[in-house]
């Protein structure tokens, strides 16, 4: 049976205030990311919400955050604070 490959869910809002905090454009982001601006773009606006472990490391390197650093992630409405 062929299994999907995994993803992260990320948030596009957090992206995008990660993003604007460090004084990156899109397309500075996304070609230090190595993925298009289009794509960056739809992941910033909620079109796309998942990411490949190999797009998403490249996206957190290009928004200077360490390996542990979550803040991209989405949060499952279980994990919501009260």
Do not use: K, W
């Not at 999907?4 to 995008?16: C, D, E, K, S």
């Not at 230090?32 to 490949?52: C, F, P, Q, V």
């Not at 490391?57 to 360490?66: K, S, Y």
């Amino acid at each position: 049976m062929h299994r999907p490959l995994p993803t992260f869910r990320v948030n596009g809002a957090a992206i995008r205030t990660i993003r604007m905090s460090a004084g990156l454009s899109t397309s500075e982001t996304a070609e230090r990311a190595g993925i298009s601006r289009r794509y960056l773009n739809h992941l910033e606006n909620g079109y796309r919400d998942r990411m490949r472990p190999g797009r998403y490391a490249a996206l957190r390197t290009a928004l200077g955050l360490n390996p542990d650093d979550q803040r991209l992630l989405a949060r499952l409405p279980h994990e919501e604070p009260d």
